[in-house]
């Protein structure tokens, strides 16, 4: 079984500023991560994903994650925020076993103060 | 690149009518999802298609929805006789492969209103 929590529903941060969008999974196997952007009224777009090579992944527009597996976290992490990351984000398992399955997490809405 | 085309963007009908929702996956991927993304239920998997062949529907609500892919580069999804809580949104992704560590790329989504 796999599941994904995704630790705030809604993150307020000034432009600038760093952004941390937390990521804890479960999974029975050796996971592959995600995290996908979702801007209003739009499709989702992959940022990033980690597939078992480095664990610190970099992204599209500046962000990147780190996976830690004692700690089963896939936190995002962004040095600086722009407005134009004002978004949803999701964090997203697929615990592997030969399974397409993807399990999304309920999304974290990234506020971006000027 | 196009990306994945889904079409109509919008759809607003009311219950009871017939909806056809249609995606164009990316060419030279062989998988195709069908999505469903509400704000209780988040995001949704309703059927998995590999090499035009459906895997897995599980996630279909009911027999009101079915999915048709006859070609590799067309993919419809229909709800009849429509209901006002199928009101959603409907995404399409595909994957060069059904493997977990593929990546799936998601089209823009349809925008269902059933009044």
């Known amino acids: 079984a796999q599941s994904v929590t995704q630790l705030d529903s809604h993150v307020s941060v000034s432009e600038g500023t760093p952004v941390l969008l937390r990521c804890n999974y479960s999974?029975?196997?050796?996971?592959?991560l995600f995290w996908y952007v979702q801007h209003p009224n739009k499709g989702l777009q992959l940022l990033l994903k980690?597939?078992?090579?480095?664990?610190l992944v970099k992204g599209i527009n500046g962000f990147e994650a780190e996976f830690k597996k004692s700690e089963t976290s896939f936190h995002l992490t962004k040095p600086s925020a722009h407005m134009s990351d004002a978004a949803e984000y999701f964090c997203v398992v697929n615990s592997g076993a030969g399974s397409y399955q993807l399990t999304f997490g309920k999304g974290t809405k990234l506020s971006v103060i000027p | 690149d196009a990306g994945v085309i889904q079409s109509p963007r919008h759809e607003v009908t009311e219950m009871g009518q017939e909806v056809t929702l249609r995606c164009k996956p990316i060419s030279g991927h062989n998988s195709l999802f069908w999505y469903r993304q509400t704000m209780m239920r988040g995001l949704e998997l309703l059927i998995y298609f590999n090499n035009n062949v459906p895997i897995d529907d599980s996630g279909m609500p009911e027999d009101r929805f079915s999915a048709k892919m006859p070609n590799a580069s067309f993919s419809t999804l229909k709800i009849q006789p429509s209901e006002p809580r199928d009101s959603a949104v409907y995404f399409c992704a595909s994957s060069i492969a059904g493997g977990f560590r593929e990546t799936q790329y998601f089209g823009p989504g349809t925008r269902l209103l059933v009044l």
């Open positions: 980690y597939t078992s090579a480095a664990t």
């Open positions: 999974s029975s196997y050796s996971p592959s």
